[in-house]
């Protein structure tokens, strides 16, 4: 399963591209509004960092003004995926904007029923909210399994597991077979952690440090980094 990192920050898609786990990312409307500056700016340095499809969303109710933010959007780089919302007039943009060959990401997907109607409109990820469904009592892995099953047979849309609250939430999209999941900075911090990985390396520590001369011999079978030169 690929992993997008759901965030407006540039700061924390450098942190985390900087793990090697990273294929994407996904903003919207709400993320963004947390960041200081020129949003444009911010989707075209994410773009750059993660080198994947990053989600920038249209902001309308109507499909006309969906195609043209959207179009406008695609223009700010070539990673940019269309993020459009699940609705009648979504629907029509996403239809728009795929015919020209733009990919869309249609969110706001909570069953199978709005998951099948964004594949048949033309979108390439699907994104379906876990936490959300779960905030109102409803069991998000019954769902998602629906909207997999669903769309199987759909080889164009990718269904997108999102909302991701915890660690379960992605583990969850893996098993039951999404192809990506858009992941918070707080929930890929939270995945590096076990008690168990902690303190193995705290007694792999401790075991070398108590032979000094071999720490001594890994320090020098070790190249030193060379100094750069000081331009004359
Ligand atoms: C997905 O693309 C959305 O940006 C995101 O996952 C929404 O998550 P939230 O329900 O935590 O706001």
Redesign the pocket.
Known sequence: MRLFI?TGSVAEVRELAAWGVLSGA?T?P??LAREDGDPGEAIRRICEAVDGPV?AEVVSEDRETMVLQGRALCGLHEHVTVKVPFGAEGLAATARLAAEGIDVNV?LVFSAAQALLAARAGARYV?C?L??LDDVAVDSEAVLIEIVHALRSEEAAEVLA????TPGHVVTAARLGCPVA?VPASVLRQMLVHPLTASGIARFEADWASRPELARWLDELTPRPRLAVAAR
């Open positions: 759901d996904t919207n709400s993320l989600s969110t994104s909210f936490g959300r999102a909302s991701i609250r858009t």
